[in-house]
């Protein structure tokens, strides 16, 4: 580090970006009013992404409208855009769609165009949606940093900010997610199923993780032959889901049934929800 470098400490977490240095946690909120900056300034990378060549006139962030609230609204000399950004997994579409409506009453005569932002990488299933995962956004700036000293400024600091909250995963990680599995049925989950699951908690740092170490406890190697207790598997993190009920567990379930991710290496494993 060079002399003139500083380390800013916030409750004990070191932080190197500009945005981090406003919170320990991230949030949506700030990223997204980070974006609209960013737009304000007429970054080149993210005007390109979101398909946006007309002047830009106004930008309006956590715009109130009866019942809902937008994260970001453009208003271009031709379109109103409005973009609504989620985090950890969550379907900004539906939310997106009801915003899109009350826009609608409010500006009857608003050419709406709708924009979703969300860590799905496919996320298809309403035509009328443009939809990019948070990669796409990274894989943008990292592209095309703009084309003057503050866009190159801002656009490095959303890269690092990306890369420290674990919103996005770089190739080179390798931290690992390490957990204690002492009670069935999470072994089985684990060990047949290839999945676990556990509270969502915004402090923990899964976001961040390449890897999962299931760390069995001494209960569980007592009612299961061959298990050892302590750490026996170092898995590869090949999703991560968030979910707020049973029924979209199930639908998780089903979901990978159908691609055989589970059956095809375990008959038997999984319950039969045809």
């Not at 309006?60 to 379109?79: A, G, N, P, V």
């Not at 899109?100 to 299933?125: C, D, G, Q, T, V």
């Not at 026996?232 to 998780?252: H, M, P, Q």
């Amino acid at each position: 580090m060079n002399n003139d470098q500083f380390v800013i400490l916030r409750s004990n977490f070191s932080n190197n970006d500009l945005l981090s240095s406003l919170g320990a946690q991230v949030r949506e909120t700030r990223i997204t009013g980070y974006l609209g900056y960013l737009l304000s300034i007429n970054h080149p990378a993210l005007l390109s992404l979101f398909k946006i060549t007309e002047r830009i006139k106004e930008i309006r962030l956590e715009f109130k409208l009866l019942t809902q609230r937008c994260d970001i609204i453009i208003i271009s000399e031709k379109y109103h855009y409005i973009i609504e950004a989620k985090l950890y997994y969550e379907n900004p579409e539906s939310q997106l769609l009801n915003q899109a409506n009350e826009y609608k009453k409010k500006y009857p005569n608003a050419k709406i165009k709708k924009i979703a932002i969300s860590n799905f990488e496919n996320l298809n299933s309403n035509s009328n949606i443009q939809n990019y995962s948070w990669n796409s956004i990274y894989n943008s700036l990292n592209k095309n940093l703009g084309n003057n000293n503050l866009q190159k400024i801002l656009g490095k600091e959303l890269l690092k900010h990306m890369e420290n909250q674990g919103i996005i995963k770089r190739n080179d990680q390798f931290e690992i997610y390490a957990r204690e599995v002492n009670k069935e049925p999470f072994l089985t989950f684990f060990l047949k199923g290839h999945t676990y699951f556990c509270k969502f908690e915004k402090s923990s740092n899964i976001s961040k993780c390449s890897y999962f170490a299931p760390h069995f406890g001494k209960e569980i190697s007592k009612v299961s032959p061959g298990i050892k207790e302590g750490i026996s598997y170092i898995a590869k993190i090949k999703e991560i889901v968030y979910v707020d009920n049973f029924s979209k567990i199930e639908e998780i379930i089903k979901d990978y049934v159908k691609k055989e991710k589970i059956i095809r290496n375990f008959p038997g494993a999984c319950p039969d929800f045809s």
